[in-house]
């Protein structure tokens, strides 16, 4: 059986759809060096190795690689060649794995939020609370719970028939495309995703507020101003984060009406804008990580 991916921009403008494949692999190309940057230098930096917040956020730009590296190239492939098929195995692989990879990036906010959190409301005993062997156990749930977490809505998807044309009017292997090709109308599994969808999506989401409102309390009791900027500028770059991630990924997911050209775009941004945003703005945000780059560079050069 084979599955054919079309977004209406393939088939439209060939100008247009040059334009959109050389700015799609820049995004790309940015992702990944910026991604794999962060990673080096927490690789090469022994001292960044000891901290928790950097161990999080090695595995962190590793994981936007990888969730890149499931959608982007099949996007630039149909783009390129228009109308070649994708099979149903790669096609229910690419949704299990970006779905599994986006369930996984909102453990790992929630273990940032929560690294921050004690930090910064409980300094001395931060380094007993979020010791490294605590921090790799807290790593390894994420990707374990993430890739755990969307097994049942792929197999009952998985089990649809699909007949027609098996066109799904969309760029990637996504949810609401798979649904809408499905020959057999399934509420029960259409609401089965959107349920664990938004449970995912709201209980992190609710975690990661409060840690940040108790955050915001501790930070305001204290009694300098320099203490205070210097605890805000820890936290700016996770909540910016947050904020791209959790902002458009719930339009498209918690809400199962976005369809149409308008969940192209806002699955454009989720899946290419935001890994390509993150690195810039943990890395400009973040003096520890400038200078660790810094000193990268510096040795091997």
């Not at 969307?150 to 009017?169: E, H, R, W």
């Not at 990661?208 to 500028?233: D, E, M, N, T, W």
């Not at 339009?251 to 804008?273: E, Q, R």
Request: hydrophobic share 50%; charged share 10%; net charge positive.
């Amino acid at each position: 059986m084979k599955l054919f991916c079309s977004g209406s921009m393939s088939h439209s403008d060939s100008i247009f759809r040059t334009l959109f494949c050389a700015l799609l692999s820049a995004a790309y190309t940015g992702t990944l060096a910026g991604n794999l940057c962060i990673l080096w230098a927490v690789l090469q930096d022994p001292h960044l190795q000891r901290l928790p917040m950097y161990i999080l956020l090695g595995n962190f730009s590793w994981l936007e690689i990888c969730y890149v590296t499931a959608t982007v190239p099949r996007m630039l492939s149909d783009l390129v060649s228009p109308g070649i098929p994708i099979s149903f195995q790669a096609c229910f692989v690419q949704f299990y794995f970006t779905f599994s990879m986006g369930a996984t990036e909102c453990f790992f906010l929630v273990v940032m939020a929560l690294d921050r959190y004690l930090a910064i409301c409980h300094p001395l005993h931060y380094p007993l609370l979020m010791c490294p062997k605590l921090c790799w156990a807290l790593v390894a749930s994420c990707w374990l719970s993430g890739f755990l977490w969307f097994i049942v809505p792929v197999a009952l998807i998985s089990q649809l028939s699909f007949c027609g044309s098996n066109t799904l009017d969309h760029f990637v292997c996504d949810l609401a495309p798979l649904l809408a090709a499905s020959c057999t109308p399934a509420p029960r599994t259409e609401q089965t995703c959107y349920a664990l969808s938004s449970l995912i999506m709201f209980t992190t989401v609710l975690f990661i507020l409060a840690s940040y409102g108790l955050v915001v309390r501790a930070v305001l009791r204290l009694p300098s101003g320099a203490k205070q900027h210097k605890a805000f500028s820890t936290c700016t770059s996770h909540l910016a984060v947050v904020g791209l991630f959790y902002g458009s990924v719930m339009v498209m997911y918690v809400n199962p009406a976005a369809s149409g050209d308008s969940g192209k775009v806002v699955t454009l941004f989720y899946a290419v804008g935001t890994p390509l945003l993150n690195p810039l703005i943990y890395s400009l945000k973040n003096k520890e990580m400038k200078e660790a780059l810094r000193r990268t560079l510096l040795r091997e050069r």
